[in-house]
């Protein structure tokens, strides 16, 4: 992809995704919801990136088998696409916080999204690294039942059995496509550091040490929050009767 085309496609993501977001304030929101209706239409709009994004990322591989023998290099365009879409929807959404949140309750996600915006941007303006960061989009299958997993916590259903299995699912894809596939990227760095220049080698694992820190974090949340403090209340209750 030229650099035209990539400047079209990353900005037409920014406008799908403010129209995925407008579209959803013209749909009914649950009485719960209405309290923080800004984060209803942003956690909604995040399940509809983490969805097509997730999906294309398997579809990558399995229709240019070859990227995953070379990272660096080898590409297709349906997957130089996928990262320019992705980033148009990071630079959506980092906008959107920064206009309707404060500072204090997203500089986390901000700075992840500045991290992952800064390293794509560089993959698909050098077509290089293209086949990393669709690798690094895997994470996004887990994202489609974190986000799903916030939905129904804020339409209060946080006790029914579709949570209950939506959280085992969650934690399962958690340590398969997050937890897993940060850690294969970081050996995969380390054992091809003869084959990346010191900046971009600088940059990923600067980036990489910094979203595993940040998703061991939000594993040991998940795991209390739907867990954890669910069993100290069953056994609390076994204790009454």
Known sequence: ME??????????????????????????IPETACRNVWKWRNISTSFVHSFITGIWAVLCFFLHPQMAEDLI?????????????????????????????????????????????TCFGL????????????????????????HLRQVLRMASLAAGTLYRVNSMVNLGTYVVFRINTLAWMTRWLVLNRDKVP????????????????????????????????????????????
């Open 3 to 28: 650099l035209s085309s990539v400047i079209l496609t990353t900005g037409s993501s920014v406008g799908f995704f403010r129209l995925v977001n407008t579209g959803f304030s013209k749909l009914p």
């Open 73 to 117: 290099e080898t590409h297709s365009v349906f997957s130089h696409a996928l990262v320019s879409v992705s980033i148009g929807y990071f630079i959506y959404d980092f906008f959107d916080m920064v206009l309707n949140q404060k500072l204090s309750q997203s500089w986390e996600l901000l700075f992840h999204h500045i991290v992952v915006i």
């Open 123 to 146: 993959s698909v303006l050098s077509c290089r690294y293209v086949g990393f960061a669709v690798v690094a989009l895997l994470v996004e299958i887990n994202s489609v039942f974190l």
């Open 198 to 241: 010191l900046l971009a080698y600088t940059l990923g694992s600067v980036g990489m040490a910094i979203m595993t820190a940040m998703n061991i974090v939000l594993f040991y949340r998940l795991l209390r929050s739907d867990f954890l403090k669910s069993s100290t209340r069953e056994a609390k209750k076994e204790k009454e009767m």
